[in-house]
């Protein structure tokens, strides 16, 4: 097991004979090359150490031992040896791996080394660390390397499940950022590659870091009944081997143990108790061919009670990264669960070493891989989806959402199988089948029935994507907040079509959503020139124009503003008085009075300022200090401007704040409560409810409760989606 590797310290290296003792059969030449490259990376990392205290060449050996239980071929072996001597000794270049291991050896120790000349935040190859920016840098460049050539790739995931190995010699902070972006990058593009036994230990040893407690608990689970389960297990294959052998079925059947951080996802998913997850116990049969897949599966059905909901097909309708197999869980005779996966020997191989399969059983060099083309272009495609975005992180960010999240399969009415993130909606579906259908979908059917375009899609929904004629995509898809759209790819396709737009129609619209959106938070007076400074935007009419296109939406202006809110009170200089600012004896109001403290304090009803705001005090007479916005009318027209004193916000809290809203619209029967239902769903408190009615028009007036200026734009925004609601704005004082 590769987690008891990692237990392990080794203080010396191997010795040449030792480390190729397993693969005593090899060829002369493959030997020599080996033995050779061996020598070579030994020589140049002698004397650097890990900060285990081992030699450095420890965990080129070790890498190098990865991929050849891997089955690669001693080429990549080689350049696994030498994957760090090019990065970390100047003196050695490329040019002299050509010429001492010949092209193709030097040319994936290049491009290794492409993806790790990233500049380095410490001197010795054991403290590497690099800003976030370059981090992301550093990971596109990883995933950017398949399409140059995916042994680099496997090269790369064999260093880092060392490292992952090794990691407990580690600060603490490097641990978890090392096994976090582990747990997001490098254990999904394992499985993407179909490596399964690079995932699980990935993740293994990822969740150990990340969560400690919870793995020792169901570590310590595992371990109390790991001899009951084998016995138990045992028994069954034997059982099972009877039963096959009388249908004159030839199969191997062995146990299979599950992985610690998939049985915590299967708690988590499922709300099960441990004793519940039906694969802890698990065998895997192996027979012959497709059609005896199927037969076994009945014979397993006939024997033992099937579970309603635990039978998948992966055979007919694989996974992502081709994984071929019949998953199914049945009840045995004592009423304990068990699962059965049943494969062919080459579902098994593909399943073991996913795209490494190809070096391990090709046959010839020359022979044609069709799987193993497939494979490749799929993962290049799956990249080329992010080639196009230059900012490292947001490209990091695409390939977490679209690539390597969970994935949900879905069917369209011809019965084609789609593979989408998991959390896509109809939407993300119409513009994954074709970007026209995708900027003229107007709604959806999932199994027959009409849902709307935020429905969240679900493991074999069968959806249907209606379109009109002509049109184009709504703005309010690119609000991540309404739900509409999931992918980045999607947002991409509706960003774009926006673009293609006129640009001076963009500015007109961009300039009537940013007032509206202003007119909402009460912030009428605020200019346009404000709002650009904030997004650091030369001209505002390129801002409107970003508003306009869908790059800038309303809840990045709400978020911005309140922003601003923030840093201009912790920025704001206190008067030259006795004492420093202090919190209020009312803290649950979150205001600090500059300059004296211990005073009564109360929010204006008149303004009713809300976290985020720019307020001001004034002093009253026998009531303390009441808290205004600085717009408020009542401060801009009063006479006695030595009663104002500067306050500010404190520390965001859980306080809440009550806010009058004004709502307008065509009345009819059930506005109440659809408004009140998309107020609760922003868990926002309503209270003091007013509602006046003249010629079918109704005016509501609400005092809401909201934690911040941002959650106020959620809310209002919601509310402007109920039909017949004309306008949601902030009631002026």
């Known amino acids: 097991m590769g987690v008891r590797r990692g237990e392990q310290i080794e203080m010396m290296p191997l010795a040449f004979e030792e480390f190729i003792a397993p693969y005593a059969d090899l060829p ?7 033995n050779k490259a061996y020598q070579f990376a030994k020589q140049a990392h002698a004397g650097q150490k890990r900060m285990s205290g081992e030699d450095y060449f420890v965990h080129c050996v070790e890498v190098a031992r990865i991929l050849l239980d891997l089955g690669m071929d001693t080429v990549v072996v080689a350049a696994g040896l030498l994957h760090d001597v090019v990065e970390d000794i100047p003196e050695i270049t490329v040019e002299d791996l050509r010429a001492e291991f010949g092209n193709e050896v030097a040319q994936l120790v290049e491009g290794v080394t492409k993806i790790e000349r990233i500049p380095l935040q410490a001197e010795y190859p054991e403290q590497r660390t690099r800003p976030p920016d370059q981090e992301a840098e550093y990971l596109r460049k990883t995933l ?22 090794t990691l407990g010699h580690l600060p603490r902070d490097r641990q978890i950022r090392n096994a976090r972006e582990t747990m997001d990058i490098f254990a999904p593009l394992a499985s993407r590659l179909g490596i399964w036994q690079f995932k699980w230990e ?14 020792r608990a169901i570590s310590a689970m595992i371990a109390e009944r790991r001899a009951d389960r084998d016995y138990y297990v045992s028994r069954i294959i034997e059982y099972l081997k009877d039963v096959l052998a009388k249908h004159e079925i030839d199969a191997e059947v062995s146990g299979r143990s599950k992985n610690i951080y998939s049985i915590a996802r299967k708690i988590d998913e499922k709300g099960l108790p441990f004793d519940q997850i039906y694969d802890v116990r698990a065998v895997r049969v192996v027979v012959a061919d497709v059609f005896t897949c199927y037969q076994v599966l009945g014979i397993i059905h006939q024997e033992w009670r099937p579970i309603a909901g635990e039978f998948d097909d992966y055979i007919a309708a694989p996974k992502d990264n081709f994984y071929q197999s019949l998953h199914t869980a049945v009840i045995l005779g004592d009423g304990k669960t068990l699962e059965v996966q049943i494969r062919t020997p080459q579902m098994h191989n593909n399943a073991e070493y996913g795209v490494a399969a190809h070096w391990r059983y090709k046959e010839s060099t020359r022979q044609r891989d069709e799987s193993f083309e497939r494979r490749i272009q799929y993962l290049r495609e799956m990249i080329d989806i992010g080639r196009g975005v230059d900012d490292a992180g947001e490209f990091i960010d695409l390939m977490r959402s679209d690539v390597f999240q ?44 009409l849902v709307s375009l935020d429905y969240v899609l679900q493991v074999g929904d069968r959806v249907e994507i209606l379109t009109a004629k002509r049109g184009g995509p709504s703005r309010d898809w690119l609000t991540s907040s309404l739900g509409y759209v999931k992918t980045k790819r999607a947002v991409a396709k509706i960003r774009q079509w926006f673009r293609r737009q006129d640009y001076e129609k963009m500015v007109i619209q961009g300039r009537e959503v940013l007032e509206r959106e202003l007119k909402r938070l009460g912030l009428e007076k605020m200019s346009h020139d404000q709002v ?22 309303t809840q990045h202006i709400a978020t911005k503003i309140l922003e601003m809110e923030r840093s201009q009170a912790e920025a704001a200089e206190e008067p030259v008085v006795a004492r420093p600012a202090r919190p209020l004896t009312t803290p649950t109001q979150g205001v600090r009075i500059q300059g004296t403290g211990g005073l009564l304090t109360q929010l ?4 009713n300022p809300v976290q985020g705001d720019e307020v001001i005090g004034y002093i009253t007479r026998g009531r303390g200090v009441t808290v205004h916005r600085r717009d408020c009318p009542n401060i801009l027209n009063l006479n006695e401007p030595e009663r104002l004193i500067e306050v500010e916000w404190g520390e965001a809290s859980d ?79």
């Not at 002369?28 to 080996?34: D, F, G, P």
């Not at 650009?532 to 939406?553: C, H, S, Y």
């Not at 204006?604 to 303004?607: G, I, L, P, W």
Request: with cysteine; net charge negative; aromatic share 8%.
């Open 28 to 34: 002369v030449y493959e030997h020599n090359l080996l």
């Open 144 to 165: 950017l390397a398949i399409n140059d050539d995916v042994r680099v790739i496997l090269i790369k995931l064999a260093d880092r499940l060392h490292n992952m190995r």
């Open 202 to 215: 990935l993740e293994d040893l990822s969740f150990r870091y990340l969560e400690p407690e919870r793995y």
């Open 406 to 449: 969970d994935r949900v399969y879905v069917f369209s009415p011809r019965g084609d199988i789609y593979d989408l993130p998991a959390g896509s909606t109809p939407i993300d579906f119409a513009y994954h089948i074709h970007t026209d259908i995708g900027h003229r979908c107007r709604g959806a059917k999932v199994n027959g029935k």
């Open 532 to 553: 650009a400074e904030l997004f650091n935007v030369d001209k505002t009419e390129d801002l409107l124009a970003q508003i306009g296109f869908g790059d800038i939406n």
């Open 604 to 607: 204006a009803r008149c303004c």
């Open 655 to 733: 306080d809440v704040y009550p806010v009058p809203i004004e709502i307008d619209a065509y009345d009819r029967k059930g506005l109440v409560r659809d408004i009140s239902t998309a107020v609760a769903e922003e868990q926002v408190n309503m209270r003091n409810i007013s509602v006046q009615t003249n010629n079918n028009l109704a005016r509501f007036t609400v005092t809401m409760e909201v934690e911040s200026a941002a959650q106020l734009s959620r809310v209002l925004s919601k509310i402007e989606r109920v039909p017949n609601v004309m306008t949601a704005r902030r009631r002026k004082a």
